[in-house]
């Protein structure tokens, strides 16, 4: 009896889902808007006595600012500040209009054990905890560890992997007596830890990182002759890989870290490029212009290498294949000059130095459409260097009489000074992902 | 007396002698009668006593003795036949003058009977003549008759015709007309549904338009503050296409999304769903009839 007389009312309920179902009101939305999503890093609590040796909260925020993605909400106007997601009141995060929020603390170092960084992240309208993590700290290296939490954030927020726990390096040439030094200097890609690697009385160039990030090449004048070494980062230990009379220029690794891709010539105006073999010490010229044909850079697949030549009368980037050098095609065909190549990890565009008006600015060209997009305004912006998840450009620009390092979102919107201490910079290399950084999901909002 | 006698005679002589006989016998009749006539005057036929008159000369006449007297006896005896024979060849004579003027007579009757009847057969004729133009004019007549009541038959024949015609006309335009009015009445009543549907459906789409105002009022006001709300991942593909389904309260407030179908990565759909979140609470409609409580978002930003 029961179940007859329910069985109609379940068949009418089947038929309303059915009837709403096909008559759902759709709205489509065709627009968003284009800013940095609002997002507030509540400074981490410090578990320990005295104050604490990092602001990780700032070092997150700072990162996930310069990305050009995120707005990092100020200190000041947090109506809270919880360091734990059983502390969130989401109501005062929706009040100061944030969409996600961050939270956590930093114990010290106990008896044995090592620093430890937990962080969770919540999405202020669902109410949700997004992320979750109990970090250890390297070496005590919580700046890095707020990088990799950066770098989390970044990824579970737009998808893309971050790459705010890379290193960087550079040249600095310090003025002191004489023509002053110059230093390799290897940092954090927010320009912090600023580590030299290496120093010398005469001019240092080109630093390139190898794919695993273990080893750098760089040119160094020696009596004003260039060599060519590759150096350890971690053990400092370094090799001279080339030597030859004249010219020995624009280090480049190969995607499979065995070769060296060099602009070498004993004509200083006309350099060629070749390939040498790190393993078996071969060199295979691939260019033969009566030309500077310079800065090579391999596509990530290692097939074809892109380079500046001024064999078309100006200095205009070039497509040959790695293997033959046969028949170098131009590829950059808008403005007077396109120089320094930085493919872009996925191989869709280069990151190039573009001459527009007399005003030397950082822009990016379309592969497949040869389209050229500026990304600053100059006047003297060089070197360009993309981060490995191709969401920001490294280059160097003049600030306040200097040269700076500095970095560019690739949608050009946010353009951010880095940290560098004293001294003009030059010749940025962004650095490959960091292998195998492990972080343990803590386990919910503990 | 004498008339009679003589009349008698004559006819018995003709009635005992032969025809030659009567024909000598009249001749010297004649020849007597003329010299008799001579010396006596004989009668004029023309002067002869009708049968009542007595002819007196003869009575003058006086003869003398007894031989005399029987002389004249016998002259008087044969005088008495000559004069008897006389008497009877006058009265002959009378009779055949008679006879031949009854025969003339006759005749005239006859050639007037016969003129009379000529004429009266001319005139019969005539009257046969004209009663046959007249039987002509009344044939003719009547052949006019006959031909104008032919005509007029045919006239007639021709009215009815034309009045049949006419009739099947009428009717033919009586039943158009008819059909004519029936339709109009089914036009009108058909126009009269129409007006009356269209009134109906036209109030309906007033309706209907009033609710598609304020639906449309609502929900682009909806659209404005998702729009708002969303901010597009840099990283999100090029045909992005997702629909999340949400549930809101009676104002506005949302109580649940779900993501339906996407092509992108979770930090799009980690997008998607803080925009309709923190789009809340939705705008509510003008008019609560257009208000739904579930709505589904298409993100679609590269579609127009």
Known sequence: MRMKSLLPLALLGAIAVATTARADLVIKITQGVSQPTPIAVVPFAWKGGGSAPVNVANVIGSDLARSGLFAALPVSKMLARPSSGDDVNFTNWKAVNVNDLVVGAVSPASAGGAVRMRFQLFNVYTQKQLLGYQLPVHDGNLRFAAHNAADMIYQKLTGRRGAFATRVAYIRHVKSTGHGRWELIVSDSDGADAQVVVKAPD???????????????????????SHIYVQNVQTGQRKLVLSHPGVNGAPAFSPDGHRLAVALSTDPGNTDIYVLNLVSGKLRQLTHASAIDTEPAWMPDGKSLIFTSDRGGSPQLYRMPARSGADPQRITWNGTYNARASVSPDGKSVALVHRDNGSLRIAVLDLATGNIRELTNGPSDLSPSFAPNGAMVLYTTSAGGNRVLATVSVDGR???QLSGGAGALSQPAWGPFPQGLAATPSGGGQ | MIGAALREGVHGARANAGPLTLAVLLHVVVGAVLVLSSGVNAANPQDMPGPGEQHQPIQAVVVKNSD??????????????????????????????KERERTQHELDELRKKKESAASEAAQQQKKVQSQKQQLNDLNAQAQQVAHKRQQVQ????KLKQQAAEAEKQRAAEQAHLKKVRQQTEQAKKAAAQARKEQMQQQMATEQHQQLDKARGNWVAAIRQKVTRSWIRPPDAPSGLDCKVKITQSPDGHVEGAAMQACNGDQAVQQS??????????LPTPDDPDVFSRVIVFEFAPDQS
């Open chain 1, 203 to 225: 001019l240092l160039m080109s630093p390139a990182w190898s794919p695993d990030g273990s080893r750098i090449a760089y040119v160094e004048f020696e009596n004003h002759e």
């Open chain 1, 414 to 416: 946010v353009r951010e």
């Open chain 2, 68 to 97: 005399y007297q029987a002389a004249q006896a016998s002259i008087r005896k044969a005088h008495q036949a000559r004069q008897q024979q006389v008497e009877r060849l006058k009265h002959q004579a009378a009779q055949a003058r």
């Open chain 2, 154 to 157: 045919d006239e007639l024949k």
């Open chain 2, 272 to 281: 998607i769903i803080t925009a309709v979140y923190k789009a809340s609470p």
